[in-house]
């Protein structure tokens, strides 16, 4: 299987250089060259494997320079600090099915992405005898589960900006927390676009990145999306097993379209088991208006919700989507990116929107559905979702009438527990605390508290990096 890039500025390029490449040289985003399919006859084979041996079969369709035995030990590695040995368990919850994607070490989805990818890199940089100083900023999730991806990691170090008193407290503790020595976390005296101008300024300068030889996780990283891929597989066997299901539909609450775009590679991968994925957004909704109006048009602003982690004015993942809706055709995606730099916006024809809504339905979700949401779904169940997660199964209430009549995965994308306060607020308590958050004030923080100044930064990373 080799890659190349959505604007076909790359030649095609081994499983291991795209991990390595993150974005592509030219600006693209990296894509496999076919995408596979799986027939009747191995999905059939599929049934009955447990998720590290059904993530062994998915990711492994997309993977030829990897032994079987060193890729099948990278993923045990990474699914074994999990809660649970099913991973990402299906719990029925009314007529909804919820997929707990919240039981790693950080309590949100994010973390089968990067275990994985923090062991891909480990084992690849061992292999090419280099090191790499991951650098990143974070509002909250996406920094902790960086960090619990490559902790104690030694051929990796890792720095993740976040703004000072500006996280909620448990995810600032959920970063500080983490004794390893090969982990920096860098408060800066700032907000979170302080943090993310100083790293994207600091990338910019090549001499000191190559120097330093810095490397992101952000979420553009191939790699990331195809751990996703498997529990959209994991699911329909579970529910076809289960219930006799032949078709399912996701409900998937999307920020940068990374997950729900895991969710069209599994489409592609078990057609036509997976009927539609409904894309649920709070009010950042550049993706339901692209849904609804034809046309992809960046927002004013960014509004911030109680589902902080789809706060996006942008959804940096969408340029892989478009690649599908052209024809696989790297020119036009070069074009119409090259537009949406100038204008802001890509208009797409009826017959593209036609393609698009066969794949997607899409709902945005207000601020006060999400609470509502939750307050409903505990009332007639007792089961607490995240703000995130409800606004998941919102859009699948909304939509559930008029488009689907098959059985509906919610993708539960993070533990309540991270978000105690917007829970409180719906059902008047805080959620009960999982067990990795138990004592977690009560553990020693190590932070480097900065300005928000680029020279003190660097200056920093100069005297850690090694
Ligand atoms: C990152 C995140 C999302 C959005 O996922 P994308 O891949 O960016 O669309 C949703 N929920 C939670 C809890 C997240 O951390």
């Known amino acids: 299987m080799k890659y190349i890039s959505t604007r076909g500025g790359i030649e095609p390029i081994s499983f291991k250089d795209s991990v390595m490449m993150g974005l592509a040289t030219d600006g693209g985003l990296i894509l496999p060259e076919q995408l596979p399919t799986a027939g009747p006859e191995i999905i059939e084979k599929w049934e009955g494997l447990d998720y590290h041996e059904l993530a062994y079969e998915v990711i492994s369709l ?13 993923i045990d590695n990474a699914y074994k600090n999990f809660d649970t040995p099913e991973v990402t368990p299906l719990v029925k919850v009314g007529d909804l099915h919820i997929l707990e994607l919240f039981h790693g070490p950080t309590l949100a989805f994010k973390d089968i992405a990067l275990q994985f990818l923090g062991n891909l890199f480990s084992y690849l940089l061992k292999e090419r005898n280099e090191k790499m100083n991951i650098l990143g900023a974070t509002s909250g999730d996406t920094g902790s589960a960086a960090i619990y991806g490559v902790k104690g990691k030694e051929n990796i170090n890792i720095f993740i900006l976040h703004p000072h008193g500006r996280v909620s407290p448990i995810q ?12 920096f976390n860098i408060a800066i005296n700032g907000t979170f676009d302080d943090c993310q101008a100083i790293v994207k300024n600091i990338f910019n300068d090549i001499p000191f990145k190559s120097q330093y030889k810095l490397g992101a996780v ?23 097993n289960k219930e006799g299901a032949e078709r399912v539909d996701f409900s998937v609450p999307t920020g940068n379209f990374g997950d729900i775009f895991a969710g069209y590679v599994a489409r592609r991968l078990i ?22 109006e034809g046309r992809y048009k960046i927002a004013q602003r960014v509004i911030p919700t109680v589902s902080p982690s ?4 942008i959804a940096s993942n969408f340029e892989r989507y478009i690649y599908y809706l052209f024809g696989q055709d790297p020119q ?20 593209e929107m036609t393609m698009a809504r066969e794949d997607f339905a899409s709902a945005s979700i207000s601020q006060p559905e999400t609470i509502e949401t939750i307050r409903a779904v505990y009332r007639n169940t007792g089961y607490v979702l ?6 998941g199964v919102a859009a699948a209430k909304r939509l559930s009438s008029a488009l689907l009549r098959h059985s509906i995965v919610c993708l539960a994308t993070a533990h309540p527990a991270k978000f ?10 805080e959620p009960k605390r999982p067990a990795s958050l138990e004592d977690i004030e009560k553990r020693p923080t190590r932070l480097k508290l900065l300005p928000a100044d680029i020279g003190a930064v660097k200056a920093y990373i100069q005297q850690q990096a090694t």
């Open 271 to 292: 057609s036509p088991h997976i009927e539609r994925l409904i894309l649920a957004t709070n009010e950042n909704n550049i993706l339901t208006r692209f849904i609804m």
């Open 62 to 74: 997309f993977i030829d320079d990897i032994t079987s035995k060193d890729l099948k030990a990278m």
């Open 332 to 351: 036009r995606v070069k074009r119409a990116m090259e537009q949406f730099e100038k204008t802001g916006e890509i208009v797409f024809n009826p017959d």
């Open 386 to 391: 995240d703000p995130h997660t409800a606004v």
């Open 172 to 183: 600032a503790l959920q970063m500080t927390t983490v004794p390893d020595k090969n982990v």
């Open 218 to 240: 952000n979420s553009i990283n191939w790699a990331r999306i195809l751990a996703q891929v498997v529990y959209y597989v994991y699911s329909f066997l579970w529910i076809k």
């Open 310 to 313: 789809m706060d996006i004015q």
């Open 420 to 429: 105690a306060r917007t829970v409180k607020e719906a059902i008047g308590h």
